[in-house]
């Protein structure tokens, strides 16, 4: 018997309200005790693993997923451990809450404190990686919030055994909550998640354009995430041949499917190796676009749009207008032109002569990655465990009252204590 | 002729893009300036008040707006030095744009570095008090962002003289873009805004709980604010009787309608002197109710639901039932209490032995106020010029690559440089 979502939601809210205040010994314990657990038992892991590939083999017959995507969906000894060490480092890392972002002597004896806590319930809608349940809820453990998962239809198998296994190890957890981490599995549950902004606070998609596209379009609730990934890279007249060839080449051709590839070359008019950087390009099996259907196509291939600008004022316009503000990089000798170009160009990463291909939370050393926001509020660019938080003020007073400082029987001195 | 609100967006975030790489010197420059004019030409902003408070004198008789708006409409020496003052003081404010918050070694030559900048367009949609479009214009330029500002139609003429004033002084500061500033006049505006997500990045209303209501269940652009504030006193049984009486009186009296007066009173049951403190609150005048129609309204005057409970969870699980998230408070000599209190109420202020009536932007030290926010995410409590600020990664290397990463040729070394 499926519990209604609202019932789900519900017990997330109560999870949250009471993992809030969890110690970070509780929540490495937790974290530690997962990993352990995943090890254990990772025969049944795979077994469930071998369930969904089967399944899904029928799938790309018919046409219905990629081989990509099959790909994704397959866990094998090196993903596992990976998954597993994962666990680990995540508990390994600073607990972001209860941090004392400042404390503040308002006055004699009024204390101001802000400090980090959780956002609350958070809304995880993801495809095929399986390995995703497993870093998302150790995400949410550490950051204490609660979370209702929901993942591919094509992983359910290895979904549900995945979270069997964290949520009875959760229950051998003296004083952890119940309920922290949920799982549901229809659209139904989906649309209703969407629906939810009473008991969610944050949805966070994980997938392709068109289902954080079609989130973004259904609910109230903050979302975190991005659509797509339009990242451009400007060689200007002063850039060092080589140095564009091999950054270019880095930003198209490690990952192509990656959101902080390349899509969209920009070239000074005035950069006399243009014609050796194109051929260095399409040596490098690079297929070269000069008159693309659109100028904020995705890819997500070996395949490069690119066009001549006058000046670095029409790449940055360019940038702007067409970018998805995640990630754009300008290869140059200039270092005016390059803070020019980082000043204002609109988007989480500006880069000066790097691949943006770093784009990345584990790159950027935070440790864990939530995923890549191009949002212009809350967290931007890669989000690690921080971007789970919010704050909360607390003022300690000794019988305080307003009506003194608006009297001016009182005044307030504003001292920093921290 | 007026124009349409697409254009006017359009204008905006081309602005926007102006504004975000400005100099302190000249943002501040222009708010100076904006100060000096307001003083040079304030007998035509009063003669504007008093074209619409003649107009408003009508809507008064007719009951289509109450006294209170039309005091909070009109401006008189007082609120106009007060006004003045206001665009001085964010003057002299620290600059929120550019603030390195880390700078990050990945490896030998890859710096990253994390800078505060501005959010881009803002949408700020407010009533009958004019003094907020002076406000709301100096933290908008402090702070590099564009706005687009839409005010009550009883303040039409006072809001377009105050417009007026600041964008010819605008166009007097060399090196200041046009349209940062911008005003729009219509219901069809606000509705066009509220669908405008491509060009405007965060709407803030300012204004009563319908207004802030019909904005959040209206848009999908990120709102900033608070639709309501249900904030409570808990008196604890250790609670001393004159701290208590002094607190919530305080909270409840000294500015019935705000929005961080207390609401509710908590008692727990074996507080001995709670027919005390009920006594002394009816003696200021205090209208106490003990069966209230729902334990979520805003009374906004000298009204104030109270009701037993058996337990500080039974009050926490109260407050976080039917709160608003807004302020709190416990009354305790129990330091454990109100440590339990403040970490399980999940509200943006969580006070003990204080007024809720503290919770504002300028008793915490922040110097302006944009506004209190009950959101979950980005920004909570009372919000400052933070609250309207992002940030970037600018990454600056040498032609490096992911790829030398991926293969192990190199490895990141992620050492904090400030």
Redesign the interface.
């Known amino acids: 018997m499926e519990q209604n979502f609202i019932e789900i939601a519900k017990n997330a809210k109560q999870a949250?309200?009471k993992i809030?205040?969890l110690s970070t010994e509780i929540k490495n314990l937790a974290l530690n005790k997962i990993a352990d657990a995943f090890e254990k038992n990772k025969e049944e892991i795979f077994s469930a693993n071998k369930k969904d590939l089967s399944e899904a083999e029928d799938l790309v017959k018919n046409g219905e997923i990629t081989k990509s995507t099959f790909n994704r969906l397959k866990l094998d000894e090196n993903k596992m451990r990976d998954m597993i060490q994962g666990v680990r480092d995540i508990a390994n890392l600073e607990d972001p809450i209860g941090k004392k972002l400042f404390v503040?002597e308002?006055d004699k004896d009024?204390i101001?404190t802000k400090v980090s806590c959780p956002?609350?319930v958070l809304g995880i809608i993801f495809e095929a990686r399986p390995d995703v349940i497993s870093q998302i809820s150790s995400l949410a453990i550490k950051s204490s919030n609660a979370v209702i998962l929901k993942g591919g239809k094509e992983s359910k198998n290895t979904n549900k055994k995945i979270l069997e296994i964290i949520n009875s190890t959760l229950d051998t957890v003296d004083g952890f909550p119940k309920n922290v981490v949920q799982q549901v599995f229809t659209r139904e549950d989906v649309a209703q998640m969407l629906k939810c902004d009473n008991y969610i606070?944050?949805i966070i998609p994980r997938g392709g354009n068109k289902l954080v596209k079609y989130i973004?379009?259904n609910t109230?609730i903050?979302v975190?995430g991005h659509a797509s990934g339009i990242c451009h890279i400007f060689v200007d007249e002063s850039a060092?041949i080589?140095?564009a060839s091999?950054?270019v080449?880095?930003?198209k051709t490690?990952?192509p499917s990656a959101c902080n590839a390349v899509e969209t070359l920009l070239i000074h008019k005035n950069f006399k190796k243009a014609d050796d950087l194109l051929a260095s390009l399409q040596l490098s099996e690079i297929k070269l676009v000069s008159n693309p259907e659109a100028w904020d196509i995705e890819y997500g291939d070996k395949i490069l749009a690119y066009k001549f600008v006058d000046s670095l004022d029409e790449a940055i316009n360019h940038i702007?207008t067409y970018g998805s503000g995640h990630t754009d990089c300008i290869i140059t000798k200039d270092i005016k032109n390059?803070e020019?170009f980082?000043?204002?160009v609109?988007?989480?990463?500006?880069?000066?002569?790097?691949?943006t291909?770093?784009?990345d939370g584990f790159?950027?050393?935070f440790g864990a990655e939530v995923g890549i926001s191009t949002?212009?509020?809350?967290a931007?660019?890669?989000v690690g465990l921080e971007g789970l938080t919010?704050?909360?003020?607390?003022?300690?007073?000794?019988?305080?009252?307003?009506?003194d400082?608006?009297k001016g029987v009182k005044q307030?001195h504003?001292k920093d204590l921290a």
């Open positions: 949250s309200l809030a205040d503040r308002l009024l101001l956002i609350g606070n944050l973004k379009e109230k903050p975190l060092d080589d140095m091999k950054v080449i880095d930003a490690q990952y702007n390059a020019k980082m000043n204002n609109d988007s989480a990463g500006v880069y000066m002569n790097a691949s291909r770093f784009a790159r950027y050393g949002n212009k509020t809350h931007r660019g890669p919010i704050y909360k003020y607390k003022l300690v007073g000794d019988g305080h009252i307003v009506d400082y608006a307030f504003h």
